[in-house]
């Protein structure tokens, strides 16, 4: 499986948010996407989605199934946690299982994995930020999509909880998966690729995360820097680009 | 469970909890018919007269009520993205939204309807008339108003913009809703074409409003 974007661009409200923006992520890369606030990753994510219509360029997934939409075979983590007050932990996760998967799948199992099995019961309303991320997270190995756009993905999190993102991811792309994940620091993993979206990265940005994380957080590669004529927007690394 | 059922279920779980609203529309349509005869005085002919109309209009807008949280809730949440990445067809996880929406909004309202045709003077017979009037016209009250639900989705405080766009287009709808019960309860004109006519807007409803609702989210996430 391979996902593939060039010459990508996203107009919102508008306002070009990024044009000419390429990648590739084959199965088991983790690729991460860079910029500063505004730069348009999480639009980037949207786009790939499909929640924001393509503007300009392409996307292509080789290998993946024909008749679904790229949206319709991966998961989005995005800012908002899809989670409903009034219902149960359990409630919650059952019904985004019943409504993204295709049949009966096992919760008691992804619900203990993200430490929230002995809130099942409790309603979403209660849930504090880091536990309702864990919850929406808890989606992801619920239902088997192949590939995942993280946007954040650890933010909210402690330690313990970011470390055992960081295994999900691993395992994910240990079974063939594709992560796209756009970040501020460290993923805990490194990544196959950086896609960098708006201007050079400036010093401050990309260095280091700052830890957190107990154990096994590695600074990802950084990939060699490109800055392209405009300005406007680079691309990173990767040996197709 | 499929994806539609769980749907379903979801949103009138939610419906029916803390917050959710299912009787926020039947408690506004006692409220308003209840108040009518004191507003009118005792005249019996006449609430019999404009009760069936009084009913149908208080059911109009008790159903339009909850209707702007319908796809808003879900936007807010970002649960729509979720829904819109799902593999069911957006048209008909629209329309079970609809279908759980009338559940929990709809069908109340036409429980209701008999204690307070009392109130305005119905007798037997008319009451039959308008609560199979109601149970035949509230679901096109519904899947008329997803249209402007969806296409308010993004708007914070979207609810009287739903009602300016929603009540136009069931104007039909009440005209030969109150026309079928009236036929029963004052007018010598037949029951049955009124009736049929409903029944074919709802039907008309049942069809259009969730292509057109689904289409406008599509339009509007972008």
């Not at chain 1, 055992?164 to 620091?185: E, N, Q, W």
């Not at chain 1, 994380?213 to 990767?238: F, M, V, Y």
């Not at chain 2, 007269?49 to 949280?69: E, K, N, Q, Y």
Request: glycine share 12%; with cysteine.
């Amino acid at each position: 499986m391979r996902l593939t974007a060039s010459n990508l661009a996203c107009r919102r409200g508008g306002r070009e948010v990024f044009a000419g923006v390429s990648f590739s992520a084959a199965s088991g890369e983790l690729l991460a996407i860079r910029g500063r606030n505004g730069a348009g990753k999480s639009s980037l994510l949207r786009t790939v989605v499909g929640l924001v219509r393509v503007a300009g360029g392409q996307l292509a997934l080789e290998a993946g199934d024909p008749e679904l939409t790229i949206g319709e075979q991966a998961h989005y983590l995005g800012h908002q946690d899809a989670l409903k007050p009034s219902l149960s932990v359990r409630e919650n996760l059952q019904f985004w299982a019943d409504f993204l998967g295709t049949g009966a799948a096992a919760i008691g199992e992804p619900l203990a994995k993200v430490g929230l099995d002995t809130l099942a019961d409790l309603p979403a309303a209660y849930l504090s930020a880091g536990q309702r991320r864990r919850l929406s997270i808890a989606r992801l190995l619920v239902v088997t999509r192949p590939i995942w756009l993280l946007d954040e993905p650890l933010s909210a999190l402690d330690a313990a909880a970011q470390q055992s993102l960081t295994d999900f991811m691993r395992t994910h792309l240990a079974a063939g998966g594709v992560i796209l994940a756009a970040t501020h620091g460290g993923l805990g993993l490194p990544a196959a690729r950086e896609v960098w979206l708006g201007q050079a990265p400036s010093p401050l940005a990309g260095e280091g995360w700052g830890g957190g994380s107990g154990a096994g957080a590695t600074t990802s590669t950084p990939a060699p820097r490109l800055a392209t004529p405009s300005g406007r927007s680079q691309r990173e690394g990767g040996e197709e680009s | 469970m499929t994806a539609l059922a769980a749907m379903l279920v979801r949103d009138m779980r939610i419906a029916v909890r803390v917050g959710g609203g299912a009787l926020m529309g039947v408690l506004f349509f006692l409220v308003v018919a209840a108040m009518v005869p004191f507003a009118l005085g005792p005249d019996l002919e006449l609430l019999k007269r404009i009760g069936p109309a009084i009913l149908w209009l208080a059911a109009l807008l008790a159903s339009l009520l909850a209707l702007d949280r319908l796809f808003a809730a879900d936007h807010e949440d970002g649960s729509l993205d979720l829904i819109l990445m799902g593999r069911a067809p957006l048209e008909l996880v629209v329309a079970i939204k609809g279908v759980a929406h009338w559940l929990t909004t709809g069908l109340p309202l036409v429980v209701a309807a008999p204690i307070i045709g009392l109130f305005l003077n119905l007798d037997g017979r008319a009451e039959a008339a308008l609560v199979l009037t109601l149970l035949v016209g509230t679901p096109a009250l519904t899947f008329i108003g997803l249209i402007g639900a969806a296409i308010a989705v993004t708007l914070h405080r979207g609810g009287l913009l739903v009602a300016v766009l929603v009540l136009p287009l069931t104007v039909p709808v009440l005209i030969f809703g109150v026309a079928a019960a009236n036929a029963v309860s004052s007018g010598p004109a037949p029951f049955g074409t009124p009736f049929t006519i409903l029944c074919a807007l709802t039907l008309a409803s049942l069809v259009v409003g969730p292509f057109a609702a689904a289409a406008a989210l599509r339009q509007e996430m972008e």
